[in-house]
Every structure is written in C-alpha cells, then in structure tokens.
C-alpha cells in the first residue's frame, strides 16, 4: 500500500523574466518515504522545492498539504505547514550557540530556559542519531555541524516534511553516510524528506523514489529499485540534442600551460583541489565538466594568481620568447608584467569581472588604466575600444557610459568577453560563459571562443550543459571533488560517460566513493 | 582615606553620563544601528529635563520636588526618544547612511541642547533660572549615607540616578543575556537576514531598541545637568562626554554589566589627572587622553585577534533590505 | 487544518528606481529644501516670539551671509574651510572607508603649523609659510595613515577608530595650548606673531579662498581622470575586482587616506595661517564632522559639494545673524541646519526609490 501523501504539486508553473524554470509540474511528496529530486545544475530542483517552502511563490498550479490547497508566501507560513528545508547557505548567526539559533524567533511559552531548550535538543538528537554538543558556537563549528543545527532546528519547529538542497555537497563521504543513517532514522518516524541531488551514487543508496527534472520540465517518477545509473543519466541528460556549434579542426597544437599536481585548500581549510595536473594547447578548446563546486573556480582562480595554492607548479610558455614562465606565488599584476596574455572571465561577472557601477569605457580600462605615460588616465583608447566591443558583438545599451549593472545579462558578458579577447590572449579562460544568456547570445560566445581557437589561443572552457561542452570542446576534462576523474576525447565521448565521471574518483586510494 | 574616598566618590559623578550614554549605545548597536547622535541625544535630553523643571518650577504655585523630578525625568527620555526616532526614520525606514544621519543628529541634538541651555531665560523672560529644587531632590542622598564611613561617601553619597543607572546596565546585560527578547535582538544585530527568516521583525527591534537606547543616553544628559552641574547649561563644559561613551562601548566590547567598572575607569582617568602629584598643567592634558587610546588600542586588539565573541555587532553600520537578499 | 497567514501583501511596496532624471532628481531635492526652510522659518518665528515676520527671516538671513563686503568674504571664507575638508573626504569615502576623522587630521594640520611658528621664529615669512604647510600636509597625512594601516592590515573598523583620532588630535592641542598659553590659566596662546597670509589683491582671506577653489578642481580631476583616481573607485566598488585586475588594494587604501589626511591637514594649516591666526580646540569648530554630510550629500562631487557647503553656511551664517539680532545665542544656527540635513537626507529615498500601494504582486526577484 502506498503511504500518504503529504504534499502534492499540480502544474506548477514558475517564470524568472523571460526565463522559465519550472514548467507544468506535478509531483507527490509521501510520509514516510525518502523522494530524491534528481537534475543538472539549472533544471529547476531547487526553485519547485523553495517554492514549497515559502521563498518563491508558483506562478501557476497549486501546493497541496495534506490534501489540502495550501497558500505559502513566506517560509514562516511553511514552518506553520510544518514544512522545514535545510537550504545550502546555511542561515544562522555565527555568535550565537546551537541551542540559541534552534530557538531563534519562537514563541514558546513559559520562561526563557535555554537549558530545558537544550535538554529537548538532546532529546531530538537522541532519538535520531544526531551527534551535537548544544552549547557550542556557530563558528566553531565544522560544515556538516551546522548542517546538523539546521536540521534539528527545523525538526524543533516540529516539521514533518523536510527538504535538503544539495546536503551532501558539503560533507565527506564519512559525514555521509552518518546523514543518511539520520535520514532513514526519520523516515521510520513517518516524515517525508525530499533530498535535492545530482550525485547518482546517493540517489540510489538513500531514496525510495527517483523524481528527474530536466530543464525546468518534470520527466517522471521511478522506483529507485527498478534504476540503475545508467537508466537516471538518460532521464537526467536526456537524449543527445544536437545544437549545430561549429567545431574547427585544431592545428598546430603547442602546449601554452601546464599543472602539475596542484594542490590547494581554502581558507576554512578544505582542500579544493587535490593533485591536479593537465596541459591546455594552442589552438584547442578545453573544456572542464563537473558538478558545481568540484573545484573548477578555485582551478581557474590559482592559475589567474588570485588563489595561493600549496603545492605543485603552473607553467606557461611564452610563444613570443620561448620563455617558460612560473606563475605560482605570483600577483594578477606580477603575471601580466611578464608578458604573460592571460584572459579571464570569471563567473562573478559583475562582482569580479566588472564594476557594475561604471559604464562600458570605464570598464575596458580596468585592463589597461595603467597603459601610458603619466598620472591620467587615457580614456580616448578605450573609448573607441568600447564602441568597437558595442558594434562588432551587437551590444545593446544607451551609451558607452551608461553603467553595465543596467545591461542586460547577455549584454554584459558580451562586454567582459569582448574585453578579454581584445587582449589578444594567448590564453582565455572562460568559466560558465552562457550561464543565464539566451540562445543567441550563446552563440556569439561560441564563435567568439571559436575564432579565437583559430587564431591560436588555447582556450579554457568551464561549463555546465554537456551538450554544449561535447559539442564545442576538443578535449573535455572532468572534475569530482577537486580531483581530475578523467579527459575525454569531445569528439568520441557521450553525455552518459562524462555524466559518470563527473560523480566518480578513480583515484589510487582506491576507494571509489560512488559505493 | 578621605582623600580616596572623595576621589572615588568624584570617580563615580564622572562615570554616570558614560554609564548611561554607554548602554544606551549598546543596545542601539546591538541591533546593528552605528548611532553616532548619541552625543547630541544625550544634549538634548539633559537640557529638555532641565527645561521641563524651569517652567514648572517657575510656573507652578506650590512646587513640588518630587513632582519636578518626574516631569523633567519623563521630559528627558522622550525627548531623548523622539530625537532618536528622527534616526530611526531615517535610517530605517528611509534608509540613509547610518553615519551621515548620526553625525546631523548630533548636531542637531547639540544645537538643540545648547540653545535652549543657554537662553532659557531670555526666552522665558526671567533672571533667574535656578532650579535648586529640582536639583536638591535630585541629589537626596539615602539618609544613612553619612554614617556609613568611607563606604558611605564613595557608594551612597549620590542621587538616584546613580542607582538608576546600575539597575539599567545590569539589567540591559540580562535582557541581552538571558531573554527571549535579548537573544532575537542580539540576532537582528549580528545578521539580520537569519533574524528576519526566523519570523522576527528586524523594523521593530531596530525601532525599539535605537529609541529605548536613546531615551537611556537622554538620561546621562540629565544626570549631567541636574546633579553634576546643579541645575545650569554650560555650552563647553559637557565636552566630549558624548563621544566618550561611544568609545566606553568598544571599550568594554558591547557588554553593559562590564560598562559599569568601564565608566568608572575612564571617570576616574578623567579626574585623575588632579590628583596625581606633581603634573605638570600639560601633562594632566595628556592624562586625559589615555582613554582614548585605549580604546583605539582594545579596537585594534579585537580586530587582531579575530576573536569572534569580541567583535563589534557583524551587520553594524550596514542596512538591511529585505529585498537585497 | 487551520494555518494563519503571516505572509500578507504589504501596504507599501518599494522598487529601485533605475531611471529616474536629472530633473526629477533635482525637483525631489529642490522640493525637500523648501519644505525645510519653509519649516525653518517656522522655528525661527517661533523662538524669536513672533518678532520676526514670516518672510523677514529670509531676508534676515540674507543679510546676515551677505550684508556687506566684509560679511561676504566672511562667507566666502567659511565655505572655504568647509568646501576643503568635504574635499579631503572625498577620495576616502569612494573608497567606503568611512573616514570620520577630519576633525581631528585638521586639528593635527593646525597644531603643526603653529608649532613651526613657536619652534622656528627665525624663519623669513614666505619660508614660514612653506615649512608650516608642510608640517600640516605630514600631520594630517600621519593622522590618516595609523587607522588606515589597520584597516588594511587586520580590517579593524576605520570609523570607530578615526573617531577616536579626533579626540586624541584635541587633547594634543589641548596639552600644547597650556605649554603655549600667554599667561597661566588662560588657556589663551593669543594672535601669533608670526605666519599670517598676507592679503591677496587686498582681499581678507584671499589665498584661503584661491587655495580652496584651486585644490576643488584638483580633486576633481584627480577623482575623475587620473589613474590613481580610477583605481580609488573600483577599490570602492568591489574588492574582488580590484583584486581580479590587479590592484594593490593594501597600499591604495593607505595612499588614498594619506591623501585624505593630508587636505585635512591643509585645511587646519588655511585656519591658523588665514583665518584665527592662534589654536584652540574649537578651531576646527566641528566642520570635520558637518564636511562629512557636505560630502555625502554631495555625492562626492566637488562641484556639488561647493552647493552643499554653500547651504550650509548660509544657514548658519544667516541663522547666527537672526538670534543675535534678537540677543539669543548662535547655536540656534546648529538646530537649522539639524532640521535642513534631514529634510536632504531623506529626500535621497524618493530620488532612489519607487513607493506602490498595495496592488497585486507581479514577479518575484530572481
């Protein structure tokens, strides 16, 4: 006998601007039972289940609780559905301990007693296995402690559905499997949980049932045990759809950078990338796949001297001298005075690539404000730099002057791109390039990375949809937890291959994670 | 002994504007609002208290001490109050830069407080404008407070308002301890995004916790007036009183129950220039300097040490729109 | 299942106005000055007892700022002194760093000079004017560098600390004016002998003013169109994108305040040089505070700011002029200009905001 449902989505329609990202979904929630929310990045999981909890509200369709039409606007009005997600941004206040947050804003009756707070923590805890010491503080805490402390908070506000977006993606393997021991506690309990993921390996390890989204359309509910990974990637990826990007033979292939077992952990000390090595080549389009998070940004960011990595090298042949260059341990500034052409367009366009505020002119200058003699700035060359960038790429905007914060997002990476190339690289690295422009826009981008293959650069190419990446790219390197779980021919590989990589280290440990 | 006692006692009358002005600007901050009016609230406070007490004294039949008292204790905190709310607005609800709208505060607060301290009586039309009344029952020490010794003159040889501000701090340091209240405003302050998805209405305790904070600070203003100075307005001798609170509450890194022997250190390092021997006129100045640098030194130490308790409220000075999320 | 509903459509709703023009933000501005001095107006007739008619304050005030030649280098003079130190914040507030110690690197500038005139009596007067303006420029410069050092060093809060500054920066004074003063316990250092301007084509204050109207277009165009102007801004705008060009952002935010301290100390040296001729510490008279809401208001502008500053003066001028007219004292200028700054200050919300009643809701932000 199925078990009762406790939510039930009925043609749930949700547009962003002209961007839809969940189209007609229907889709039940059971108590009792463990549904896995399975998608690539972008097809909409994580926006159907906020609007679940009270963040965004559905254009179309209805959300019922228990059988009946429930009206959600804010995550309060959740809470009171007894509907409780754990979001990725963890939301609690650093200064304050567990029990402090857990409790933050009810209204509980009788006397403020942190203690008999704490006291009904630990029963919580107890009853489901978690472990927790309720007067410790938010900062000195590890990830998977205050994914703890949100959890037990929204059980301690008595939700008897829970949602988890992506809970895994912070967490070691050991912190896994100690989560979803938790997981199977709670459902035995009668809660329904709803786990957002794209790791396969978990999906089958943890749910009962499979839901697939894919580009924001609702594909089908499966068993978990009528799927086998193989049977979820061709839900997930769907059929290969052909785009028609153009794909130039290379030629004169040179390698231009090389990594050798790069080694790098952030400041929380997390290691983001773990022995990575690869060369990128003139005249070739390397792509890198992985799921968000694997370590694409801090590879980029090392080899641009914005990271400090802690072991390994980064070398760069310099095509006009001969030269090998370093560029380890070096500053943006230091790696550009040695004649290194190095174009990056980070994914943080506006917060990173551009100043938001100011208008186009000024940001071409932030490549080369420096340029000339004197304390003035030159604002003739860049100038007509912009005004070349605004026709060649058909950038629409009022003026050269007008502030780029107010183009729209295809405008603006047109822009920074234009920007990038103008420099005449030698290399150009692109991370998620088209994320968020229109299929035109898209396009231009691909020539533009295209032609500069032609010319010789080696082009680096972070991205998300493998359609686009086996299509456009020569080689495709894959990243998992910031290791490198294999480069692929773009021309003979498929989505399935990569779609597993990106969820499995082979590494020589031997412990492959996806078991 | 005596002398020590004396200066303790001295120590204590410094101390009371900084204890008030001091709490009242830590609640404010902890609910993330930079208020640097405080110096102008604490002005206009004291001298609404003291105008409040003139007219009656000078209009009434048969004045009443205690009467007075409480008309130019009420007269002093709501005006203290509406000054803040004026901040409030603006920086709440209008949404202004926190600073620029304390430091038009401030001198609209300073302004306000000297003006009227200063012609109250041109504008009333009368000579003379000693409240000595008011004062003296302001200053109505416990009756006992004369046999009790050197600890009678150091702890009980003061009006009211000295107890008033004790109760007030230890009190602020439960509220922000050991409430329900204290710990959602503690939230506002630190990252209001959290507070405000957890169901708590950053507005109201912005709100509440700026004016009550104000109204505290408008209290200094008053002890000022009516007990330390008896009664008058001197436009220069208030000094910097106000900005030595703001610096009392990085001193003490935002505690209240620690302000209470914060504000006697810097009231004692304010006088103690008289009684150390053989100062020099200038180097008693340089005395008096000393609690800024400390303060300068506590702020750079806190920073240093990334210690995270220590730290100033995490979202103070910034604003919070729901919308920016 | 009975569930209350929190989440109710609000009153108000706001949106950020993106396109709003030059006219209209200049009509909400216009329009929030008016109600002001209408309002203030209002005070004046009020604390004035009504002797003073409706629209006779206005021209009270006019009178006041500029009544005769000698009242009107006076006002040309106080925008000066204001307009100078509006100007050092300038380039520190593009930056958002939230220098509020003019006050006190104007104090500095000030002690400096003056203790080049105590300590250096021989100097030739052209040389003693050199020598003091240098003082001042490393006072004012070194009084903005410390909390800069630790802003960029350790992050340590730069509001808090420069405010401090200040009252360090007066306790110096304080000590130097008793080593200085004219007879003990006068807390007098009486009109220096020596380092006044001389009168430029005859004029009272005549080099503050041509100093100040110099330095306003010079930071003008350092703001606008040198190199380290440029870098200033996007160390204002983002962090992160200095760092991704390039940008020392270490040594621009010491630089930058170096520069800041520096015009502060500019300013103290135009105040003993042309305009007191001695030191206390109500010289600066708290215009480092007031220079912070002139820059502010004037988008950190200095053209602008030459607007802002020019309100402020006339109020405080005209208003001074009024009370002591009527034998009241001047601080009735400070609750003017109190009321005037919040009229403005609030006024900035209509110009970067939209207000819908309620009506149904459309589209929720991305």
């Not at chain 1, 801090?298 to 310099?318: H, K, M, P």
């Not at chain 3, 007892?49 to 006002?75: E, P, W």
């Amino acid at each position: 006998m199925e078990n009762k449902a406790a939510i039930e989505l009925r043609g749930i329609t949700k547009r962003f601007g002209s961007v839809v990202a969940n189209e007609n979904i229907s889709l039940t929630i059971r108590k009792g039972e463990i549904l896995s929310v399975l998608g690539e990045n972008g097809s909409g999981k994580t926006t159907l289940m906020n609007m679940i909890a009270g963040i965004y509200h559905p254009d179309e369709g209805q959300i019922l609780v228990n059988g009946e039409e429930a009206a959600i606007h804010s995550p309060k009005d959740a809470y009171d559905y007894k509907i409780g997600m754990i979001h990725q941004h963890f939301k609690l206040v650093n200064v304050l301990t567990a029990t402090e947050n857990i409790i933050l804003g009810l209204k509980e009756k009788g006397r403020y007693n942190v203690e008999k707070s704490a006291e009904r923590i630990k029963q919580i805890s107890n009853a489901y296995g978690f472990e927790i010491d309720p007067h410790k503080k938010i900062y000195e805490m590890s990830v998977s402690e205050k994914q703890t402390v949100e959890i037990i908070k929204v059980i301690y506000r008595g939700a008897e559905i829970l949602i988890l977006d992506e809970p895994t993606a912070v967490l070691t393997p050991q912190e896994t499997v100690k989560l979803f021991q938790i997981l199977r506690n709670m459902k035995q309990d009668g809660k329904a949980i709803v786990i957002i993921t794209h790791k396969l390996h978990e999906v089958l390890s943890i749910s009962d049932k499979v839901a697939v989204l894919r580009k924001g359309k609702y594909i089908g509910t499966v068993e978990t045990q009528n799927a086998t990974e193989k049977s979820l990637t061709e839900m997930m990826v769907g059929k290969a759809v052909s785009l028609n990007i153009e794909r130039p033979e290379t030629k004169n292939q040179e390698v231009r950078l090389s990594l050798t077992n790069v080694n790098m952990t952030n400041k929380e000390g997390v290691a983001m990338l773990k022995n990575v090595s690869f060369t990128a080549k003139s005249g070739e389009i390397l792509g890198i796949a992985g799921i968000a998070g694997s370590g694409q940004k801090e590879l980029l960011e090392s080899i641009a001297g914005l990271r400090q990595i802690q072991s390994g090298s980064i070398l760069y042949q310099n095509p006009q001298t001969g030269k090998e260059e370093n560029l380890r341990d070096k500053t943006p500034m230091q790696i550009r005075n040695l004649g290194v052409r190095l174009s990056f367009v980070p994914e943080d366009r506006l917060g990173m690539g551009l100043v938001g505020n100011m208008g186009i002119t000024d940001n071409m200058m932030l490549r080369s404000y420096k340029k000339g003699k004197g304390a003035f700035l030159q604002r003739k060359q860049p100038k007509s730099l912009a005004e070349k960038i605004i026709r060649e790429l058909e950038i629409v905007t009022p003026g050269s002057d007008t502030p780029v914060r107010r183009l729209s997002g295809g405008n603006v990476q047109k822009v920074l791109v234009g920007r990038e190339i103008e420099a005449a690289p030698t290399v150009l690295m692109a991370a998620y390039p088209v994320r968020g422009l229109d299929i035109n826009s898209s396009y231009t981008i691909y020539n533009l990375l295209n032609k500069q293959k032609e010319n010789g650069t080696a082009v680096i190419f972070v991205g998300e949809d493998l359609d686009v990446l086996i299509e456009l790219c020569d080689r495709i390197l894959v990243m998992c937890h910031g290791q490198i779980s294999g480069i692929v021919d773009g021309r003979k590989t498929t989505k399935e291959d990569i779609g597993i990589m990106m969820t499995t280290v082979k590494n020589e440990t031997g412990n492959e994670e996806s078991k | 002994m005596d002398a020590i006692a004396y200066f303790l006692q001295r120590t204590i009358a410094q101390a009371l504007p900084l204890l008030f002005g001091s709490t009242g600007e830590i609640l404010t901050e902890k609910s993330g609002n930079l208020n640097l009016g405080i110096p102008g609230i604490m002005v206009a406070g004291g001298v609404a208290g003291m105008i409040s007490a003139t007219v009656y004294e000078k209009t009434a039949a048969n004045p009443i001490g205690i009467v007075s008292v409480c008309i130019s204790f009420l007269f002093a905190i709501l005006c203290a109050g509406l000054v803040s709310l004026i901040y409030c607005f603006l920086t709440v609800t209008l949404r202004a830069n926190q600073n620029v709208t304390g430091l038009a505060i401030t001198i609209f607060g300073t302004g306000f407080g000297n003006f009227f301290g200063g012609a109250i009586g041109k504008l009333m039309g009368i000579n003379d404008i000693s409240i000595l009344m008011t004062v003296d029952t302001y200053k109505k020490t416990l009756p006992f407070a004369k046999n009790l010794g050197w600890f009678g003159t150091i702890f009980l040889e003061h009006g009211f308002l000295f107890y008033l501000s004790i109760i007030i701090a230890v009190l602020a340091a439960y509220i922000l301890k050991h409430t329900r209240t204290g710990l959602n405003l503690r939230a506002v302050g630190e990252n209001p995004a959290t507070a405000d998805a957890a169901g708590i209405s950053v507005t109201k305790y912005k709100y509440l916790a700026t004016c009550i904070g104000g109204s505290i600070a408008g209290l200094g203003g008053l002890y000022y007036v009516m007990d330390y100075s008896r009664g008058t307005w001197d436009t220069q001798s208030f000094g910097e009183r106000g900005w030595l609170s703001i610096a009392l509450v990085i001193f003490v890194i935002w505690n209240p129950d620690l302000a209470i022997l914060g504000a006697a250190l810097f009231g004692g390092l304010y006088i103690a220039d008289v009684y150390v021997p053989g100062l020099s006129g200038a180097q008693k100045e340089l005395f008096k300097m000393l609690p800024y640098v400390v303060t300068i030194l506590v702020l750079i130490l806190t920073s240093r040490t990334k210690k995270k308790k220590n730290q100033p409220p995490e979202s103070l000075g910034i604003p919070y729109f729901r919308e920016d999320r | 299942m009975k569930v209350k509903h929190t989440g109710k459509e609000p009153l108000i709703r706001l949106s950020k106005r993106t396109d709003i023009s030059i006219f209209q933000a200049i009509a909400v501005r216009a329009a929030a000055i008016l109600i002001a001095l209408l309002l203030c107006s209002l005070i004046v007739m009020a604390i004035t007892g009504g002797n003073t008619g409706f629209f006779q304050v206005y021209a009270d005030m006019f009178k006041g700022s500029f009544g005769s030649s000698r009242r009107i280098m006076m006002f040309l003079r106080d925008i000066s002194a204001l307009l100078c130190l509006g100007l050092a914040l300038a380039p520190a507030f593009r930056m958002k760093f939230w220098n509020i110690g003019a006050e006190g690197q104007a104090i500095i500038g000030a002690l400096a000079a003056v203790t080049v005139i105590k300590k250096m009596p021989f100097l030739p007067p052209a040389a003693m004017l050199a020598v003091m303006l240098c003082a001042s420029v490393i006072a004012g410069a070194v009084w903005g560098i410390i909390p800069a050092i630790f802003k960029a060093k350790y992050n340590t809060n730069e509001t808090l600390f420069t405010l401090m500054m200040n009252y360090v920066a007066m306790q110096l004074v304080r000590c130097c004016v008793i080593l200085w003063e004219r007879q003990p316990g006068s807390n007098d250092v009486g009109i220096l002998p020596a380092g006044n301007f001389p009168k430029l084509f005859g004029v009272d204050y005549g080099i503050n003013i041509l100093v100040v109207a110099v330095l306003t277009v010079v930071a003008y165009i350092y703001l606008k169109y040198s190199k380290q102007g440029y870098e200033i801004a996007v160390v204002g705008e983002s962090v992160n994108t200095a760092k991704y060009t390039g940008i020392n952002v270490k040594k621009v935010i010491i630089r930058t305040m170096a520069i800041s301290g520096a015009i502060c100390g500019i300013a103290g040296f135009l105040l003993i040089a042309g305009t007191h001729h001695t030191i206390n510490t109500g010289i600066v008279g708290g215009e480092g505070f007031t220079a912070i809401i002139v820059a502010w208001l004037a988008k950190l502008n200095p053209f602008y700011m030459l607007l802002t500053s020019f309100l402020v003066v006339f109020l405080n001028r005209g208003t001074a002029q009024i009370a002591s007219a009527c034998g009241l004292n001047s601080y009735a200028s400070n609750i003017i200009i109190g009321v005037v700054l919040f009229f403005i200050i609030g006024c900035e919300f209509f110009i970067q905001y939209k207000l819908f009643l309620r009506h149904p809701r459309k589209k929720e932000g991305v």
